[in-house]
């Protein structure tokens, strides 16, 4: 055999790990982990900068006080220059003041472009608070139209967030002139709060806004909040409703396999048939296909013995209470009745 | 390095470096959504991300590892220190880009402690599961080729290896791999052209042509 040049290694020829077995094995570990780990807090680079920069006022504030009090004479001249070259600096201290206290503090003048850059910043997400503006210059930037509560959930304090929204409210009014993304930081608020029936309540809302890029995760977290209520043909719709929302998305496999595990449930045979056909058709390669086909095969047997056996065998059948050891257990399941709270 | 059948080097100029990495599988929610929410705390955000990336995140740490072994762990680990990091995102739509950064960190430092481990004869040389790397599909000329080049491959140097397997095995564009690789064009190129050298040397055909 003669040596020569590498031939390019084909696509085709690799394997692809997309949606593997492996993958579903490392997010049940991981899943179990992510409870334990906390994002870390942002760490804003103003902290970098107004370490320095507070004790450079701090400094500044020592020698003006000094001047004064130790060398009356020569006040008229310490006054007027370290005003000029502290105030910027002071601009750039960051306090633990809110976005509101920051707007109404009337102690230093700063120039105009100072408090744009100020308002562009509280826009983000950044930590603001930038010292004292002058307000008569620049009424009410834009930061005091966000709410308390949505600057909470922005840094991740959801208590803090639900108290504000009582204060402000209630739950109820900010929800009737949210936006779809700030109703899913109100379905957040509301979970963390265990409050189920308002966080299904503003899903319901973003639904309703069927465009929206929220919507699909919404009812996918519709119909998980109305299984866990055990409102089963709700769950069922939302699920439903995310695989005709997103039918291509992430959860359309999961969506397509709850519908079936509702149906199961239920005991419903020619359902559970109905959608473990879309669900075989829609993923041929299923991880579930296998499982549903079993289910679906012993509910079948199960409906059958039920037909064929005389009234008295089923009776005694009942008094033992073993006639539905046959069956598997996702359809031995009791079917448990809606709840109410979903609707 | 001429070649009719060599992989050549070659500088591919336009479309930013992320268009390439980044693919939205989903038509909803894009990536930058989902990593502000997950920023928050939404595990439901994180799973969504997860589901998007862990294919391409276990195909880059087999790929370059050439065996299973580990890569879920590796792959675990990615996504959990990508969970703590979430907040010093700064282009929150590259997600991909980043979590694949952060597994060729991972597997580098793997491969370095391996190769440590093997040169003081504490540690063997890891098997190439061919299995894990070639599709069950591949013809038998490709899963010859996989594992030639994979044996090769094992006795480069971590970084060179790296860099050859994201341009020529995943197929990367050089601007990918510097961003993978987290250094420059020039230092990729230059890994690359070394590992290909040695390839273009040691490598032996298992079919004839024609054959």
Same mark, same amino acid.
């Given at each position: 055999?003669? !040596?020569?040049?590498?031939?390019?290694?084909?696509?085709?020829?690799?394997?692809?790990?997309?949606?593997?077995?492996?993958?579903?094995?490392?997010?049940?570990?991981?899943?179990?982990?992510?409870?334990?780990?906390?994002? !870390?807090?942002?760490? #804003?680079?103003?902290?970098?900068?107004?370490?320095?920069?507070?004790?450079?006022?701090?400094?500044?504030?020592?020698?003006?006080?000094?001047?004064?009090?130790?060398?009356?004479?020569?006040?008229? &001249?310490?006054?007027?220059?370290?005003?000029?070259?502290?105030?910027?600096?002071?601009?750039?201290?960051?306090?633990?003041? *809110?976005?509101?206290?920051?707007?109404?503090?009337?102690?230093?003048?700063?120039?105009?472009?100072?408090?744009?850059? #100020?308002?562009?910043?509280?826009?983000?997400?950044?930590?603001?608070?930038?010292?004292?503006?002058?307000?008569?210059?620049?009424?009410?930037?834009?930061? *005091?139209?966000?709410?308390?509560?949505?600057?909470?959930?922005?840094?991740?304090?959801?208590?803090?967030?639900?108290?504000?929204?009582?204060?402000?409210?209630?739950?109820?009014?900010?929800?009737?002139?949210?936006?779809?993304?700030?109703?899913?930081?109100?379905?957040?608020?509301?979970?963390?709060?265990?409050?189920?029936?308002?966080?299904?309540?503003?899903?319901?809302?973003?639904?309703?806004?069927?465009?929206?890029?929220?919507?699909?995760?919404?009812?996918?977290?519709?119909?998980?909040?109305?299984?866990?209520?055990?409102?089963?043909?709700?769950?069922?719709? @939302?699920?439903?409703?995310?695989?005709?929302?997103?039918?291509?998305?992430?959860?359309?496999?999961?969506?397509? @396999?709850?519908?079936?595990?509702?149906?199961?449930?239920?005991?419903?045979?020619?359902?559970?048939?109905?959608?473990?056909?879309?669900?075989?058709?829609? &993923?041929?390669?299923?991880?579930?296909?296998?499982?549903?086909? !079993?289910?679906?095969?012993?509910?079948?047997?199960?409906?059958?013995?039920?037909?064929?056996?005389?009234?008295?065998? !089923?009776?005694?059948?009942?008094?033992?209470?073993?006639?539905?050891?046959?069956?598997?257990?996702?359809?031995?399941?009791?079917?448990?009745?809606?709840?109410?709270?979903?609707? | 390095?001429?070649?009719?059948?060599?992989?050549?080097?070659?500088?591919?100029?336009?479309?930013?470096?992320?268009?390439?990495?980044?693919?939205?599988?989903?038509?909803?929610?894009?990536?930058?959504?989902?990593?502000?929410?997950?920023?928050?705390?939404?595990?439901?955000?994180?799973?969504?991300?997860?589901?998007?990336?862990?294919?391409?995140?276990?195909?880059?740490?087999?790929?370059?590892?050439?065996?299973?072994?580990?890569?879920?762990?590796?792959?675990?680990?990615?996504?959990?220190? =990508?969970?703590?990091?979430?907040?010093?995102?700064?282009?929150?739509?590259?997600?991909? =880009?980043?979590?694949?950064?952060?597994?060729?960190?991972?597997?580098?430092?793997?491969?370095?402690?391996?190769?440590?481990?093997?040169?003081?004869?504490?540690?063997?040389?890891?098997?190439?599961?061919?299995?894990?790397?070639?599709?069950?599909?591949?013809?038998?000329?490709?899963?010859?080729?996989?594992?030639?080049? /994979?044996?090769?491959?094992?006795?480069?140097?971590?970084?060179?290896?790296?860099?050859?397997?994201?341009? /020529?095995?995943?197929?990367?564009?050089?601007?990918?791999?510097?961003?993978?690789?987290?250094?420059?064009? =020039?230092?990729?190129?230059?890994?690359?052209?070394?590992?290909?050298?040695?390839?273009?040397?040691?490598?032996?055909?298992?079919?004839?042509?024609?054959?």
């Amino acid at each position: 055999m003669s !040596r020569r040049r590498l031939p390019e290694i084909p696509k085709v020829a690799l394997r692809d790990y997309d949606g593997s077995e492996q993958s579903v094995a490392v997010w049940r570990r991981l899943k179990s982990d992510l409870r334990v780990h906390r994002p !870390r807090e942002s760490r #804003s680079p103003w902290l970098l900068v107004s370490v320095p920069a507070l004790a450079a006022v701090l400094f500044g504030s020592g020698v003006f006080v000094g001047a004064r009090f130790l060398r009356p004479q020569a006040m008229p &001249f310490v006054q007027a220059e370290p005003r000029l070259q502290v105030a910027p600096a002071a601009a750039a201290v960051p306090t633990k003041n *809110t976005a509101e206290a920051e707007v109404i503090s009337p102690e230093a003048k700063v120039s105009q472009s100072h408090a744009r850059r #100020s308002t562009r910043l509280s826009a983000s997400a950044e930590p603001r608070s930038f010292g004292s503006l002058d307000t008569s210059a620049h009424p009410a930037p834009a930061q *005091t139209l966000t709410p308390e509560w949505q600057r909470l959930v922005e840094l991740g304090d959801f208590s803090g967030a639900r108290r504000a929204l009582d204060r402000q409210g209630g739950f109820d009014v900010a929800m009737s002139h949210a936006s779809p993304s700030e109703l899913m930081s109100l379905v957040d608020v509301a979970r963390v709060s265990g409050e189920r029936g308002q966080a299904i309540s503003a899903l319901r809302q973003v639904l309703a806004h069927a465009e929206a890029p929220e919507a699909p995760l919404a009812a996918w977290t519709l119909g998980n909040l109305l299984d866990q209520a055990g409102d089963q043909p709700g769950a069922a719709q @939302a699920f439903a409703l995310y695989r005709r929302l997103s039918p291509a998305g992430d959860f359309a496999e999961d969506a397509a @396999a709850r519908q079936v595990d509702v149906a199961l449930r239920e005991g419903n045979l020619e359902l559970v048939t109905q959608l473990a056909a879309d669900y075989a058709r829609d &993923f041929p390669h299923g991880r579930r296909l296998s499982e549903f086909r !079993r289910a679906e095969r012993a509910l079948s047997a199960r409906d059958q013995d039920a037909s064929t056996k005389p009234e008295v065998v !089923r009776d005694e059948a009942d008094d033992d209470s073993d006639d539905t050891h046959a069956a598997p257990a996702a359809a031995t399941e009791p079917s448990t009745p809606n709840s109410g709270e979903a609707h | 390095m001429p070649s009719d059948a060599a992989p050549r080097l070659r500088l591919i100029s336009g479309s930013s470096v992320s268009a390439e990495v980044e693919r939205p599988a989903d038509p909803g929610i894009d990536d930058e959504r989902l990593v502000a929410r997950a920023r928050k705390g939404d595990l439901l955000a994180f799973e969504l991300l997860y589901r998007r990336h862990s294919g391409f995140a276990l195909n880059l740490a087999v790929r370059i590892q050439g065996s299973a072994i580990d890569a879920e762990d590796v792959v675990h680990d990615a996504f959990l220190k =990508a969970n703590e990091r979430l907040a010093e995102l700064r282009e929150t739509s590259a997600f991909r =880009a980043w979590l694949g950064s952060i597994v060729v960190r991972l597997v580098r430092t793997r491969l370095r402690r391996k190769r440590l481990l093997r040169s003081l004869g504490l540690a063997n040389a890891e098997p190439i599961e061919l299995d894990a790397i070639a599709s069950p599909n591949a013809d038998p000329e490709s899963r010859v080729l996989l594992a030639q080049v /994979y044996s090769l491959l094992q006795t480069l140097p971590a970084d060179q290896r790296i860099a050859w397997t994201l341009r /020529y095995v995943d197929h990367h564009r050089l601007e990918v791999v510097a961003k993978l690789v987290d250094c420059s064009l =020039a230092t990729v190129k230059r890994r690359i052209l070394r590992a290909q050298r040695f390839l273009n040397e040691h490598f032996v055909p298992a079919f004839a042509e024609g054959e």
